[in-house]
């Protein structure tokens, strides 16, 4: 018996929706432990694809009846036969078209809001790595920051909407990702800009994005003045867009702050950190929308997926922004941090120029949850 598939697209847009959903994932308990599909209307069940080598009988009486029922795996494989087992059973189900691979590189776009002199700002969400990229369109023009290496997701974007893209920027060297800022601009002509403190190893050309700058996109004018702001990385910088939101890269999160410890410099980048948390950001309007470059849990998507809040809002509810004791702060940003990400040696290697690895290897390097947050 044929069973369907359903996309990354369709489970990213149930899950935003908070349509109930039962997923079962058959892959290993240590992948399931490390990284899985969470959602607020998600059932979750996961049994081992070499448990159900000789049939699903045990354990067809856990799988609802009355939900849509998903299975999951790696690449998609092994939940296909899954999923035909489980039809030939009685059960209606689907498998993830591509396995949790395809659910790692899906993008969806949400527009955040309407710029000053007609522009649009989008949002483009990975739901299942937790990053964040951003899309300023104005007058035909386009600029995309922190780019994932998806790039025909932005191309087709632009094109749809008739927009050329003429700059490309990262808000900082990643560590937990690929960036698509260099290839978009190979692919576009535009102009990628990368700061220049985290760029001294790098092997091809870039514009230097310095403090003070700014750049217009059609009507839209991006404002960086003040706004380097180190502490997750040495040249992390901060954008004001359209004197309303503040992109604040790996920064400041809806929930936690930046962890600094990625290039092995926490100790020497905590001072950093704080200064930029509690000095230059306080020194911003409260009203200020922030857009971070990523999320580290579902509960901070807002009804739409979007992921933002207001800065004033966030002095009062981030713990990481309310820490007085400066030795507290230092201990908690350096000390009992979360895992570092899969691979991020060589995704910043990757980001550099140093490395050149295929498109099948950078999938399996950025495979897993974000963890670009002290927790």
């Known amino acids: 018996m044929t069973v369907k598939a359903m996309t ?16 079962l994932d058959v892959r290993n308990e240590s992948d399931v ?22 049939g699903v009988e045990d354990m067809v009486e856990n799988i ?17 036969m899954v999923a035909e087992m489980l039809s030939e059973a009685g059960r209606t189900v689907h498998y993830l078209q591509g396995g949790m691979k395809a659910w790692s590189e899906h993008l969806e776009p949400v527009k955040i809001g309407d710029l000053t002199g007609g522009g649009e700002l989008y949002q483009f969400v990975r739901m299942g790595k937790g990053c964040l990229s951003y899309m300023i369109m104005s007058n035909g023009e386009a600029a995309i920051i922190d780019a994932a290496r ?19 920027f990262d808000t900082h060297l990643h560590a937990d990702h690929i960036s698509g800022g ?9 102009i ?41 990385t040495i040249g992390s910088t901060s954008f004001i867009v359209d004197g309303r939101y503040l992109l604040s890269g790996d920064i400041l999160f809806i929930d936690s702050i930046g962890r600094p410890d990625l290039a092995g410099m926490a100790e020497d980048w905590v001072g950093d950190l704080r200064e930029t948390l509690y000095t230059r950001y306080t020194a911003l309007s409260a009203e200020l929308i922030v857009l971070p470059a990523h999320f580290m849990i579902v509960d901070e998507l807002n009804e739409d997926g979007s992921v933002w809040k207001e800065l004033g809002a966030l002095f009062e509810e981030n713990h990481g922004l309310n820490i007085e004791d400066e ?6 940003v350096t000390q009992d941090l979360p895992a570092q990400p899969n691979a991020y040696q060589d995704i910043r290697s990757t980001n550099m120029g140093k490395l050149h690895p295929d498109e099948e290897a950078q999938r399996d390097m950025e495979i897993g949850p974000n963890r670009c947050a002290i927790r």
């Open 8 to 23: 990354a697209e369709q489970l990213t847009k149930k899950i935003i929706n908070k349509e109930p959903i039962f997923l």
């Open 33 to 54: 432990q490390d990284w899985k599909i969470e959602g607020k209307a998600v059932e979750y069940l996961n049994v081992p694809y070499f448990e159900l080598l000789d």
């Open 64 to 80: 609802p009846d009355d939900l849509d029922v998903l299975v999951v795996c790696a690449k998609e494989g092994s939940s296909i």
């Open 150 to 168: 998806m790039t025909e997701v932005y191309t087709q974007f632009a094109k749809r909407h008739q927009v050329t893209v003429t700059h490309v």
């Open 182 to 190: 260099k290839k978009l601009s190979e692919q576009t002509g535009a």
């Open 192 to 232: 990628y800009w990368l700061p220049p403190k985290d760029a001294e190893e790098v092997t091809f050309d870039y514009n230097h994005l310095e403090e003070g700058q700014r750049v217009t996109i059609g009507a839209t004018e991006i404002d960086i003045h003040a706004l380097y702001s180190p502490g997750h």
């Open 327 to 332: 030795d507290v702060f230092r201990q908690m």
